[in-house]
């Protein structure tokens, strides 16, 4: 060990509360690093987990291979795994079978996966098991214990376990009629070979199918059912499908048979995740198939590698603001540090300089100090970052399995320890250091020996005072001398001589005050984008958060698809009849209303109307939104329409301090419009205001155009409102006003709110307007959406569990309506959770924000008064009182504090934007504010740390005489 770094080791000794402070302080900043950047890995593992668990760890895939394909996935190097899925043909289940079992059944060969991965997830199996053996067949859950009539599958009684069954396999084709085909997108030079990718949807009047059992038989035995659904994340598993065991050459075969009914579906991993895109396009190049490729995008976000959408900016930029928020924080904390450190060891630098020590000794030793905290501090910080990331993890576990939806999945909530991150979070915590002590070294190595010792570069004027001493020279020079070079000022004026020294003390503008200063600036600075990143975390969750405190158990009831004895609610035209079904919802809602433990909160029905708005109601934000706006200023588009029980009504007009009088009068009815709702259209979210006042606005329906539909309300070229009507096959027309609405009627909007009744669901997207269930003949125009009946269980799901097996049995005595449930209790915990797991990390990353403003306010403060217990000896040995001494540093310390405070206070508006400007990005209406409670809260904080370290330092510096704090100086 060098003299440098002795002499590195004895200023850390001597100096015990700077060093335990410095190492607090880069532990603090190292565990902050290493917090984020673990739960970030931890998150996203969870995530990739998920995902993978549920949807397989296949990145890309490729519909209706080729042989060019098949060669490039074959060879390319840059492909890790892949797996197969051959569709071997099309089985015509039968007119017989159709309605209840599909028209189709594709049979396709089982996929295997690559030892030791999970590239594809398969189907879930409800009864036996997958094939694993030539001649065993997995078919979908619905075909258990049904006897088929006869068609293109065949068997021997009911279908079960064991049942021996043959497949007689061809090719289905679909031949448009006229245009029709241009409306899907295909020629109609010919017919199309339909495979359970092409040719799935179509309207049966545009074309013309046909089949050829072509393709040969499968025979074997049924040993397991699995169960089928709508949708898939992979191609290969759309459609309704039945699935073999694969031949060895099953691919092969597929490619040279010539039948476009035998495709093959590849899924593909990449050795890295960032070649999938780029392979994806090259694959459909080579593979020139209509189908294309697909990447896996819900899997490669966790894998890093993300979409265009607006949500993504949002999140990099909020990253980025946080990642300068932590660096300067740390840097801030450990620089103020070295900065004081050096300052108060000039003299001792300029000793070593005047001995011989060249500026590259003197750097090395200030640096040498500084990876001796980073040792000590930077293990010590990441064992406190995960430490912290277990402990926040252990306590939001349930919220983050509730929020993940790992549960379902058998995974796991645990910290994942990833060496990269700690690396990465260690590498930056000592950059960090060095940076910071870099500046500090370079200053000590740059003083020369003369000035270091005599301390002249800790003490410069400003250039302002300098010119108001070389003016009063110039007078004093020209006045021989008589004039008093005295300035008093303003701060002598009100705090005598002790202002009078501090303002001195203050213009000199030296290193330690600048230095003083830039601390108390970060610091509030942090205690304010503390809660800017609060609030704005906040803001994102509770939009995407969003539930109704006080239903507890939801029913939501239909008649459209319900047969009723008496056919009152579904008219011959397939039309629900609005009152008859409000009526039966009020009879089932009466029936129900003594459900024990369960509290009714009302019914409601919500019917979609096309509607046009006047000028005069819409607001300025109408423009960005649903709809159209015409030339006049008027909107129009579809807008929800909830008639509300009158009991419920009634309590909404009194909660709202409306006139009951005038709003429940059934001759004369007046909705309360919603005037606040959000709005996402996939990218990003909004809540817009539609409304600017009350009035009438008319709801109508579209006059019907043989094999065309009403598409909107638009101005022509001359202002003038057209009804535009629009066909699959792409045509259009447009028709005057009076020639494209009919069944005209008028809503009078008579109050706007910002809420909801008690028990009904707030829309998103559009306009809503409230009636009383009185006023339902004003419906006679508009299309029934939703209806729902109420409850409340005190939040309990298992009441609510038992509130809803007791309303199915009442609900069997109206079998005209049909019946579904939502227990909201068991997901507003799961919400509440959420809620709770996000606000837990808001306050740690605040709680650790806070420790490092309070300690590098601590810090600074601290030991830039300690440097000046030479100065203070030598005032209180010439007369100074204890009086006078505490006016003096008060003075200081409040200069200090509002410099500090207005520069920390412009800092953090600055963050504000740039978090409201991310926001922004998919966040549309998002307004950019300054959280004011953290700005008093941060000023209170400063104002205490500040007294306590005075107080601190004070006690320090107490010496009894200028010989004794000179010799404590020159140690």
């Known amino acids: 060990m060098n003299i440098f770094s002795r002499f590195a080791l004895r200023s850390l000794a001597r100096n015990r509360t700077r060093t335990v402070v410095s190492i607090f302080g880069i532990a603090l900043s190292c565990a902050l690093i290493c917090a984020v950047l673990t739960s970030v890995v931890s998150m996203n593992t969870m995530l990739f987990e998920r995902t993978a668990a549920d949807e397989g760890t296949w990145q890309m895939e490729a519909a209706g291979l080729t042989q060019d394909g098949w060669n490039k996935i074959a060879s390319d190097e840059r492909v890790e795994n892949h797996t197969e899925v051959v569709e071997l043909g099309a089985v015509e289940m039968g007119e017989d079978n159709a309605a209840d079992y599909g028209s189709w059944l594709f049979i396709k060969t089982m996929p295997q996966n690559p030892a030791g991965t999970k590239l594809i997830t398969t189907p879930e199996i409800t009864s036996g098991r997958a094939p694993d053996a030539p001649g065993e067949i997995l078919l979908p859950h619905y075909l258990e214990g049904v006897e088929l009539a006869p068609c293109g599958l065949s068997s021997t009684g009911t279908l079960e376990l064991g049942s021996a069954v043959s497949f007689q396999l061809g090719e289905r084709t679909l031949q448009f009629l006229g245009e029709a085909g241009s409306g899907y997108g295909v020629d109609n030079a010919g017919p199309i070979v339909g495979t359970s990718v092409a040719g799935t949807y179509f309207n049966a009047d545009d074309v013309i199918e046909g089949y050829e059992p072509n393709l040969g038989t499968i025979d074997g035995t049924v040993v397991g059912f699995y169960r089928a659904y709508g949708f898939s994340s992979t191609r290969a598993f759309s459609g309704n499908g039945a699935y073999v065991y694969p031949e060895q050459d099953a691919v092969e075969q597929a490619l ?57 900016n949002t999140l990099y930029m ?40 060249s500026k590259r000794q003197l750097r090395r030793s200030v640096l040498t100090e500084a990876l001796l905290l980073a040792v000590v501090g930077i293990p010590v910080g990441l064992a406190l970052g995960l430490l912290g990331c277990m402990i926040v993890f252990h306590f939001t576990g349930a919220g983050l399995a509730s929020m993940f939806d790992v549960d379902t999945y058998g995974l796991t909530v645990r910290v994942v320890v990833s060496p990269t991150a700690l690396a990465l979070s260690a590498a930056l915590a000592l950059v960090t250091v060095l940076v910071s002590a870099w500046v500090p070294a370079i200053r000590a190595s740059r003083v020369s020996a003369v000035d270091a010792i005599r301390q002249t570069k800790d003490v410069r004027l400003t250039r302002h005072t300098r010119r108001q001493l070389a003016r009063a020279n110039r007078r004093s020079k020209h006045a021989g001398g008589s004039v008093d070079t005295r300035f008093r000022g303003i701060a002598a004026r009100l705090f005598g001589i002790p202002g009078f020294i501090a303002h001195r003390n203050l213009s000199r503008a030296t290193s330690k005050g600048r230095v003083t200063v830039a601390a108390l600036a970060v610091s509030v600075a942090l205690l304010i984008v503390a809660g800017i990143i609060g609030n704005t975390l906040g803001y994102a969750s509770g939009t995407a958060l969003n539930t109704m405190d006080e239903v507890d158990l939801a029913v939501m009831v239909d008649a459209t698809s319900a047969e009723a004895s008496d056919g009152t609610l579904v008219r011959e035209d397939g039309v629900v009849d609005a009152a008859a079904f ?390």
């Open 256 to 312: 040279a048979d010539g039948s476009e009914a035998t495709c093959v579906f590849s899924l593909v991993t990449m050795k890295n995740p960032q070649d999938a895109t780029a392979f994806a396009t090259e694959l459909a190049e080579a593979n020139d198939a209509t189908e294309g490729t697909v990447t896996h995008n819900s899997l490669l976000r966790w894998q890093g590698v993300t979409g265009d959408a607006d949500i993504w």
């Open 582 to 971: 409000q009526t039966a919802l009020a009879a089932l809602y009466e029936d129900a209303r003594d459900i024990e433990g369960a509290t009714p909160l009302g019914y409601h029905t919500s019917y979609i109307a096309d509607v046009i708005v006047p000028a005069s109601l819409v607001s300025n934000t109408s423009s960005q939104f649903f709809g159209t706006m015409l030339a006049d200023g008027s909107w129009s588009g579809p807008a929800y329409v909830d008639f509300v029980d009158d009991a419920t009504w009634r309590s909404y007009i009194e909660e709202l301090g409306l006139s009951v009088q005038e709003f429940c009068d059934p001759a004369a009815p007046r909705a309360v419009a919603l005037n606040q709702y959000d709005y996402s259209d996939g990218n990003t979210y909004g809540s817009y205001n539609p409304l600017k006042g009350t009035g009438d606005i008319q709801t109508f329906s579209y006059v019907r155009v043989e094999g065309m539909y009403g598409g909107g309300i638009v101005s022509d070229e001359a202002g003038e409102p057209r009804v535009w009507y629009n066909a699959p096959d792409g045509s259009e027309e447009f028709v005057p006003l009076s020639e494209g609405i009919t069944d005209i009627d008028a809503i009078t909007v008579g109050a706007l709110a910002e809420h909801g009744p008690t028990g009904v669901t707030t829309h998103t997207n559009t306009l809503t307007l409230m009636l009383p269930a009185s006023a339902i003949g004003l419906a006679h125009n508009m299309g029934i959406g939703t209806a729902g009946i109420s409850f409340g269980t005190s939040g309990s799901g298992e009441v609510a569990a038992k509130a809803q097996e007791a309303f199915s049995q009442i609900a069997e005595a109206h079998p005209e309506l049909d019946c579904a449930y939502n227990n909201a209790a068991q997901a507003k915990a799961q919400t509440r959770m959420m809620s709770d797991t996000i606000q837990t990390f808001i306050y740690c990353f605040t709680a650790i924000t806070g420790l490092i403003a309070v300690a590098n306010v601590f810090n600074t403060l601290t030991n830039s008064l300690i440097l000046r217990r030479r100065e203070f000896a030598v005032l209180k040995s010439i007369g100074m009182g204890d009086r006078a001494f505490r006016r003096m540093i008060a003075y200081e310390c409040a200069s200090y504090a509002l410099r500090g405070f207005a520069i920390g206070f412009v800092l953090s508006c600055v963050v504000a934007v740039l978090m409201g400007n991310a926001m922004q990005q998919s966040f549309s209406t998002f307004t950019t504010s300054l959280p004011w409670p953290q700005v008093g809260i941060s000023a209170g904080v400063v104002l205490a740390v500040i007294l306590v370290s005075v107080a601190y330092a004070l006690h320090r510096c107490r010496v009894a005489s200028v010989v004794e704090a000179l010799r404590e100086d020159a140690i």
């Open 318 to 357: 909020i990253a980025a603001v946080l990642a300068v928020v932590i660096v300067v924080a740390g840097v801030s904390l450990v620089y103020n540090s070295f900065a004081i450190s050096v300052a108060e060891r000039t003299r001792m630098f300029g000793l070593l300089s005047s001995l011989g020590a």
